[in-house]
């Protein structure tokens, strides 16, 4: 993560909508790890769930300016290069979201894991999880 970025995500953290923090509950409440204002390569996301390689971003009316829409576009081209699957949900919609579909989501394997993380710039928590999840596979075998 780069320092200026790193700040950014900090401080956004910090000052989170009232959708996010719905949001945020919800993705509590499930049995779902996930990253708030996390760095996903070149941008900073809402919502990070790396084991899925799920993306969840909480959009504003912000969102609805034709300017706007052609840089999110941008951006999630972007992020599915990566190999993440990235989900919009408009700020209204964000208390009756459903998580099951997030959740259904299959869990993506450890070489899966670190090629996606890596080129996020979480490489070494990537590197890491990737190792302990080999082990507890081996451990089931």
Same mark, same amino acid.
């Given at each position: ?18 959708? #996010? ?12 790890? $996930?990253?708030? &204002?996390?760095?996903?390569?070149? %941008?900073?996301?809402? $919502?990070? @769930?790396?084991? !899925? ?8 009316? %912000? ?12 951006? &999630?081209?972007?992020? #599915?290069?990566?190999? $993440?699957?990235? @989900?919009? *949900? ?6 009756? $979201? ?12 450890? &070489?899966?894991?670190?090629? *996606? ?16 999840? !080999? ?7």
């Amino acid at each position: 993560m780069t320092k200026r970025l790193g700040k950014y995500a900090k401080r956004m953290r910090r000052a989170p909508t009232s959708a #996010e923090l719905i949001m945020l509950g919800r993705l509590e409440m499930s049995k779902l790890k $996930f990253k708030h &204002q996390a760095e996903a390569g070149a %941008y900073i996301v809402d $919502f990070m @769930i790396p084991s !899925r390689l799920v993306i969840i971003e909480v959009d504003g009316s %912000y969102h609805d300016k034709p300017e706007v829409q052609a840089k999110d576009v941008k951006r &999630q081209s972007y992020l #599915e290069t990566l190999g $993440f699957k990235v @989900i919009r *949900v408009k700020n209204e919609d964000a208390a009756s $979201f459903d998580l099951s579909g997030v959740e259904d989501t299959p869990e993506a394997t450890p &070489q899966e894991l670190g090629r *996606v993380m890596g080129k996020s710039g979480a490489w070494r928590t990537a590197m890491h999880r990737a190792k302990y999840r !080999r082990i507890k596979e081996r451990a089931r075998k």
